[in-house]
Each structure stands twice: as C-alpha cells, then as structure tokens.
Nanobody, 114 residues
Framework: QVQLAESGGGLVQAGGSLRLSCAAS????????MGWYRQAPGKQRELVAVISSGGSKNYADSVKGRFTISRDNAKNMVYLQMNSLTPEDTAVYYC????????WGEGTQVTVSS
C-alpha cells in the first residue's frame, strides 16, 4: 500500500504562483509514475502533469509553459510549481502515483482569484 499526502494549496491572486508537494509513504518498492490531476467543480478529474521514475514528463496543454513538475526519487516526493495562475486553474489538486496500481491523495484546494 502507498499513502500520498499533498501540501501547498491555498488562495492566490491571478498571476501568482504556488508550489504543491506530495509525499509518498508505505510499502514502496519503485513508483513508476507520479504526478498531479485536478478536478474543478462540475468537471471531471483531468491530468495536469506526470513524471516517470526516469524523469520523462507529460503536461496538459492548458498548463504547458506555466507549470513544472519535478520529482525526488530518493525521498519519494513529487512537486508541482505553478506560475502565472489563472482563475481557470481553480480546482482540487490530487497527487497520483502508480505502483502496480493507481494511488490517489486526498487532494488540496487551489483557488485563484481574479
């Protein structure tokens, strides 16, 4: 079992920045993928960014050039640096990990005011 704990959400004005962190703990052998999804009110959960254990990254088109995902394999941590935030980025952000099956954190709220 893997447990994921997010931190770093909050309220920020449009144009501002936030950094999300996620710590994985539990019976960890090797986590293939780690990343972030988000879910806005009334919308489906969507991919934001994922990163493989080897460092390959994939971003949603809507965040390319503004968000940066990084990972510390030794600490089982994944980070999401979010810059130039807009109100459309307002959502609950969920940490994601895949090790034989998907795991999810409980989510952290990000609210961007206009």
């Amino acid at each position: 079992q893997v447990q994921l704990a997010e931190s770093g959400g909050g309220l920020v004005q449009a144009g501002g920045s936030l950094r999300l962190s996620c710590a994985a703990s539990g019976s960890i052998l090797s986590i293939n993928l780690m990343g972030w999804y988000r879910q806005a009110p009334g919308k489906q959960r969507e991919l934001v960014a994922v990163i493989s254990s080897g460092g390959s990254k994939n971003y949603a088109d809507s965040v390319k050039g503004r968000f940066t995902i990084s990972r510390d394999n030794a600490k089982n941590m994944v980070y999401l640096q979010m810059n130039s935030l807009t109100p459309e980025d307002t959502a609950v952000y969920y940490c994601y990990a895949f090790m034989f099956r998907p795991y999810w954190g409980e989510g952290t709220q990000v609210t961007v005011s206009s």
